[in-house]
């Protein structure tokens, strides 16, 4: 009988004998290490699995889990240590961004960061009364005002046009409200005030606006990979809720047979799912209750909600007035 050395299993890759001996930590050692240890004997591969000894475990402890040897096997089978391929790694980069609550979130901030400089610059010449520009910009509303502008051009108006007519009616002043959160106000009374203008922007599902361009090219890359997770997830929301016959999505009606006009009536019901989900409404009315609309955020998307349901019923009320299609085929003509 020969002697051998104990060693690793990473020394001992390449190395053959005829008979191996394997010691193997179901709690440490991965599928790819194990491959290696029984297959270095040309005869013989013994593997000696380590148990726990429960007297060896203090009292107050949790007892380790009562695994038979197949399933501490089995542990080890299923970890893996080698290195992700491409595909893989972008698998689970994919599946990271599954959360549709992230995309949302990580949009916003993409969204809002993509627009910084250009809110910076308008005012930064906006029209402010004297001393009044400095607290605007250190406000702790300052993000808010940011919201406000993005608001505001998203339903159709120009910020700066907005800012020149608003600005000089701060109030400045230690008794005064928050400069920022003052014209933040004012910003969206007008938004809710004036009708849509025609500058309206593009909308991730038809409910959040798109940053205006210029954007950078990897800023834009960032927000074009999540606009295309979120409106895949928001379409999926419609499947979901036709499969089990949710109240809100039958309330939207029969989706025409015509592809065209079923492809307009899903994007719009994938704007009311959205919606559904970003603000957590669970009742039968597609958009909730009216009343319970809280904040110019939630108000902006509820009015881009409302049109998804009135271009949903335009379209319904179209397929009506055509009526049901006949195909009309010419007959050859036969001669005398």
């Known amino acids: 009988m020969d002697v051998a050395y104990a060693s ?19 709690e440490a050692s991965s599928r790819e290490l194990f491959y290696v240890a029984m297959t270095r004997g040309k005869h013989r591969n013994h593997a000696y699995v380590i148990v726990p000894d429960p007297h060896e475990v203090e009292p107050h402890l949790d007892q380790p889990e009562p695994l038979t040897l197949t399933d501490r096997l089995a542990k080890v089978l299923a ?23 992230t995309l949302l979130a990580e949009y916003d901030v993409l969204a809002r960061e993509a627009q910084t400089d250009r809110w910076a610059a308008l005012l930064d010449v906006a029209p402010f009364p004297e001393n009044v520009a400095d607290d605007v910009f250190t406000s702790p509303y300052y993000e808010h005002l940011e919201s406000a502008l993005a608001r505001h051009e998203a339903a159709g108006h120009l910020a700066a046009v907005a800012l020149t007519a608003l600005a000089p009616r701060l109030t400045p002043g230690e008794d005064q409200a928050d400069p920022a959160a003052q014209l933040a106000d004012m910003l969206d009374q007008a938004t809710q ?12 599902a038809g409910l959040i606006p798109t940053p205006a361009e210029p954007i950078a090219d990897d800023m ?23 499969e089990v016959g949710a109240a809100w999505v039958t309330r939207l009606g029969q989706p025409s047979v015509r592809p065209e006009a079923q492809e307009r009536w899903e994007a719009h019901a994938a704007t009311v799912a959205l919606y559904r989900y970003r603000h957590e409404i669970t009742g039968p ?5 009216p009343n319970a609309v809280r ?12 049109l998804a349901l009135r271009q949903i019923k335009a379209s319904a009320q179209h397929d009506d007035d055509r009526g049901p299609q006949s195909t009309v085929r010419n007959t050859p003509r036969r001669g005398l």
Do not use: C, F, N, W
């Open 295 to 306: 904040g110019p955020h939630q108000a902006a998307e509820y009015r881009a909600g409302q």
């Open 8 to 26: 690793t299993v990473h020394r001992a890759q390449g190395a053959s004998v005829d008979t191996a001996h394997a010691l193997v930590d179901p």
């Open 220 to 242: 834009q890359t960032a927000l074009t990979e999540r606009q295309i997770l979120i409106e895949a997830a928001a379409l999926q929301l419609v499947h979901d809720a036709q």
């Open 79 to 101: 970890r893996s240590d080698a290195d992700l391929s491409a595909t893989e790694t972008l698998a689970l980069e994919v599946d990271r961004h599954a959360s549709l609550s």
């Open 285 to 289: 009315a597609p958009l909730g209750d």
């Open 193 to 204: 005030k004036l009708r849509p203008g025609k500058r309206t922007r593009a909308r991730v």
